[in-house]
């Protein structure tokens, strides 16, 4: 039988617009790799130093390869 616990009951009020706005956390999706242990180390302790997220410079990276490939998307 479904979870009833998770769908709205229809005697509820209605659901406002700022409920129901897109949150750019709705639009991002995870993304796990695997490196070597210690490349990844380093790679941790550059970003803690320059003070940037491991995450600001794989996104920008991965822009910036897409960008540059673009050609191959079908």
Do not use: G, W
Request: charged fraction near 40%.
């Amino acid at each position: 039988m479904a979870d009833m616990s998770r769908r709205r009951k229809r005697d509820t009020k209605p659901i406002s617009a700022a409920e129901t706005e897109i949150k750019p956390a709705d639009l991002e999706r995870k993304l796990t790799i695997r490196l070597d242990k210690d490349l990844r180390e380093e790679f941790r302790r550059i970003c803690f130093n320059r003070q940037i997220s491991m995450t600001e410079v794989l996104t920008e990276a991965i822009h910036d390869y897409v960008a540059e490939n673009r050609q191959y998307l079908r």
